[in-house]
């Protein structure tokens, strides 16, 4: 038995689930309109805008845990990579926009989405987790030349 | 107002600018090449090159592609003069109904740009992303092979 969560966390999850689902289901509004471009011309056609239901519901950004946690490694990774399937022959559940974001917009998105999607401050070291990515990606693509893999 | 270059012309655009690219590629700019297949960067169908590398072009804004290039299946070629990757389609005939085509070629292009001479295998893992449901896989995978002899300076 997991028990029961505790009063804060039951109050979070029930405010989350509301927004998600709610007449309010869609990013709060923000001062980074850069940022809120990217979001509605990249993510909403799948995560969802004000006033349009996405045609193809993905997670609603209100109750990703990524967005919660005290890094953006796992979002920047995310938006850089798409989510696979794990049939490898399968399209991606996301896209990957690691070929169309530049450093900037991506750390402007990834800021925005903290910001319209949950409680929590600011991510104060979103350019280092998107170095870190890079370098990631890099010694990955080295390896595979390496190895002579395609 | 966005500013950029495409197939290595200076363009300024006016659409809004959270507008996915594909549609001021073929609604302002009337290039018809790439294509809408899904809207949701699934298929593969919208694939142009964004500085040098595929992007699906339905899900990239293009506040995304200021003061950066693009690249359309229009900057291969022409009908009466095919670039090679072009003119390898044609002679392995590896079209049937051709929509997601120009997307799958711009995605080709970027391989061939870095990789002179690739397998089988490097093909079938680089066009992954796209969907074709006619049936001219094989006939594809022939095509870059016979596209990347074209760009060798080879003959056939």
């Known amino acids: 038995m997991a028990g029961q ?4 966390r039951s109050q979070a999850a029930s405010q989350a689930l509301a927004r998600a689902s709610g007449a309010n289901a869609a990013p709060r509004g923000t001062t980074n309109t850069v940022a809120a471009t990217l979001y509605a011309g990249a993510c909403a056609q799948c995560h969802g805008e004000a006033g349009r239901a996405p045609s193809n519901p993905a997670l609603h950004l209100a109750l990703s845990s990524s967005l919660r946690l005290p ?8 938006i850089r990579d798409g989510v696979h399937s794990p049939d490898l022959g399968a399209e991606p559940l996301m896209p990957g926009f690691a070929n169309a974001l530049s450093d900037t917009q991506l750390a402007a998105l990834v800021a925005h989405l903290r910001t319209a999607f ?6 104060n070291d979103i350019s280092q987790s998107i170095r870190r990515a890079r370098e990631h990606d ?4 080295r390896a595979r030349q390496k190895a002579s893999l395609p | 107002m966005t500013e950029f270059r495409l197939n290595g012309q200076s ?4 659409s809004e600018p959270d507008t996915p690219l594909l549609y001021v590629l073929r609604d ?4 018809n090449g790439a294509k809408y297949g899904c809207g ?3 298929c593969g169908a919208c694939t142009v090159l964004l500085d040098g590398k595929p992007v699906f072009s339905c899900v990239v804004p293009v506040s995304v592609v200021e003061n950066r290039e693009v690249g359309t299946i229009e900057g291969l070629g022409t009908a009466t003069q095919p670039g090679p990757l072009q003119r390898a389609f044609i002679e392995e005939q590896a079209v049937q109904c051709g929509y997601c085509i120009p997307g799958m070629m711009m995605r080709a292009q970027a391989l061939l740009t870095t990789t002179k001479d690739p397998s089988a295998e490097q093909i079938r893992r680089q066009l992954q992303p796209h969907l074709c449901r006619c049936g001219t896989h094989n006939r594809v995978v022939k095509a870059l092979q016979r596209a990347a002899r074209y760009m060798k300076g080879g003959t056939a």
């Open chain 2, 40 to 42: 949701l960067g699934q």
């Open chain 2, 11 to 14: 363009k300024r655009v006016t």
């Open chain 2, 28 to 31: 302002e700019l009337q290039l």
């Open chain 1, 5 to 8: 969560p505790n009063a804060a």
């Open chain 1, 138 to 141: 890099a010694s990955m693509l």
């Open chain 1, 118 to 123: 949950t409680e929590q401050p600011a991510w």
């Open chain 1, 71 to 78: 890094v953006p490694d796992n979002v920047v990774r995310i």
